[in-house]
């Protein structure tokens, strides 16, 4: 047997995942990220977080933001494996987080489309889909739309 060096793009993959801010420095300025959630289910007109394409580094980080966000600034991403090649890379893992008392563990695959040593497109998949919009999006407006207990007495 021999030791075989990582591909650099699975470096690159492993930076990102400990600190997102880097996608800036990896990924094309156009890049695309194919969020986990069935478009099929999106009403028309409509655009959840956990849903649809996002176009461009800012877009990206910005949702990736509001995911921190609505998580309570908790997630762990625990990756368990990570291979790559000129044209793609693959990661397994698992994602933990927390927020008032509702906890959420899933396991997820990214897969990560390079072309010219930089990221130009990310599709998410998670395995669990029900459990993490349950814990991104349901959880989440309910706690965004619940009225303070002594505003819903005074309505009597």
């Known amino acids: 047997m021999f030791d075989r060096k990582p591909h650099p793009h699975a ?3 492993r930076a990102i995942y400990a600190d997102l801010r880097l996608l800036t420095k ?3 300025e156009d890049i695309v990220l194919h969020a986990a959630g069935p478009r099929d289910l999106m009403p028309a007109g409509s655009r959840g977080v956990m849903t649809g394409d996002y176009i461009g580094t800012r877009a990206v980080l910005a ?3 509001e995911l921190f966000q609505r998580s309570g600034g908790s997630p762990v991403m625990t990756l368990d494996d990570v291979i790559a ?3 793609f890379g693959a990661v ?3 994602l933990a987080a927390n927020r ?3 906890r959420f563990e899933g ?3 990214g897969l990560w489309r390079f072309q010219d040593g930089r990221i130009v497109e990310h599709w998410e998949n998670a395995a669990d889909w029900p459990a993490a919009e349950r814990f991104f999006l349901d959880e ?3 706690e965004v739309n619940a009225e303070p207990a002594d505003t819903r007495r005074s309505r009597k």
Do not use: M, Q, V, W
């Open 63 to 65: 949702r990736a933001t």
């Open 92 to 94: 397994l893992g698992r």
């Open 140 to 142: 989440f407006d309910e």
């Open 11 to 13: 470096e690159i993959l």
């Open 100 to 102: 008032h008392g509702h």
């Open 26 to 28: 990896f990924a094309s």
């Open 107 to 109: 396991e997820f695959c």
């Open 85 to 87: 090649n000129d044209h």
